[in-house]
Nanobody
Framework: VQLQASGGGLVQAGGSLRLSCEVF????????MAWYRQAPGKQRELVAS???????VYADSVKDRFVISSELVNNKWYLQMNSLKVEDTAVYYC??????????????WGQGTQVTVSS
């Protein structure tokens, strides 16, 4: 299983970007799809998650600005980022958690996509 993240780029503060993550390969069942980010010199942090049943969780710093959504039928999920701030600058990673019939609980990471917000 491989995850391909895309959609990062350079945007001015106040602008918007939409990140996409696509799964290649088969997984038994999906428990959660998430976006994390890591800024220079900081630890990787959870940005948003969407769980089976469409329950969502957001970091306080992005609530009311970011929206996570999924298209399970296409093995894709997205992060719509609005009202971007300079402090949102980071490498964004997608993560998939699920259940594999052979391996049990599994987690996969995408390669990361850079988001840079200029002032």
């Amino acid at each position: 299983v491989q995850l391909q993240a895309s959609g990062g780029g350079l945007v001015q503060a106040g602008g918007s970007l939409r990140l996409s993550c696509e799964v290649f390969g088969r997984i038994g069942s999906i428990d959660a799809m998430a976006w994390y980010r890591q800024a220079p010199g900081k630890q990787r942090e959870l940005v948003a998650s969407v769980f089976a049943g469409d329950r969502t969780v957001y970091a306080d710093s992005v609530k009311d600005r970011f929206v996570i959504s999924s298209e399970l039928v296409n093995n894709k999920w997205y992060l719509q980022m609005n009202s971007l701030k300079v402090e949102d600058t980071a490498v964004y990673y997608c993560k998939l958690e699920g259940l594999d019939s052979n391996a049990g609980q599994v987690a996969y990471w995408g390669q990361g996509t850079q988001v840079t917000v200029s002032s």
